[in-house]
């Protein structure tokens, strides 16, 4: 039995209906496991051991960054990490599919109990993973407490908790993936995320590893890189010696940023355009606002902070 666990006490209450699939949950001592929670959480399954890799992302994903998962799956795999993610629709799903495909033990953190999983299209993928070998289907709410909004905030912090490192695929600026990679940031778990969404550039800017989103070849090898030692610092400067003069200019443009309006204003424009695209490709610059972007590395003051349910 894993390390927090011990059977279900129930004081002699009428069990409800078992989902088809799933073992009647266990109680998972949170505390035993270093995190600071008031009750045990259930879980049906088995909790997979760390380190755990959380893969997270957007529920109305878009198919370019949905297809690049499993290449990160892989990756974790690699490096020895199984994963942990919410069970939603979109990122999370390819990611428990990808880890089941893979054969790599996960957890899936639901934002409802036992007897109602949630989202319910999803059950038949929450019952193989209560299934598969070192797996589990852990659940942020007990089985006698009503729902409310709040629970996707709690199981997002789950999420980190639990994760020794964490990457977000997609996110929006206001997402609770977004919410997501703050709060990793906040906790010190490392944290990636990949180039081309509002919400990943933003989290670059606050300090996310940028990894590209290429071909899934060249993403497993990036991931697994960072994998390997994800709390090492990027080697050498990340702004190479073509890119100065966009570097210049951001620095001028200070919190405001760069808008491609403004390039009509500056000496040979077309060429600090094509800089900015590459500069965005390695991760080196976020778009803060429609065709406005700034240094990933700047931090910037006064933004808002994102809504936490995903």
Known sequence: MAPGLHP?????????????GMQPPQSLDLAAL???RRRPLDLSGDLPPPPRLAIVGARAAHRRFAALVPALVEAGARRGFSLVSGGALGIDAAAHRAALAAGVPQLAILPASFDEPYPPGNLGLFNAIAAAPGSGVAFALARDQAPSRGIFASRNDLVIGLASAVIVVEAGLRSGSCGSGRLALRRGRPL???IGSPGCGALIAAGARPLR???PAALADEAAAWLADPTAAPAGDRWPAELADLSDALERAGD???AIDD???????????VALSEAEARGLVVEIAPGRYRRSDHHGAGEKAPERDR
């Open 34 to 36: 270093g995190l600071l």
């Open 256 to 258: 405001a940023g760069l």
């Open 263 to 273: 390039l009509d204003v500056i000496e040979a424009p077309t060429a600090l355009l």
């Open 192 to 194: 990636a995320a990949l």
């Open 8 to 20: 279900q006490a129930r004081n002699g209450a009428r069990l409800r209906p078992t989902p088809a």
């Open 213 to 215: 989103a290429e071909d």
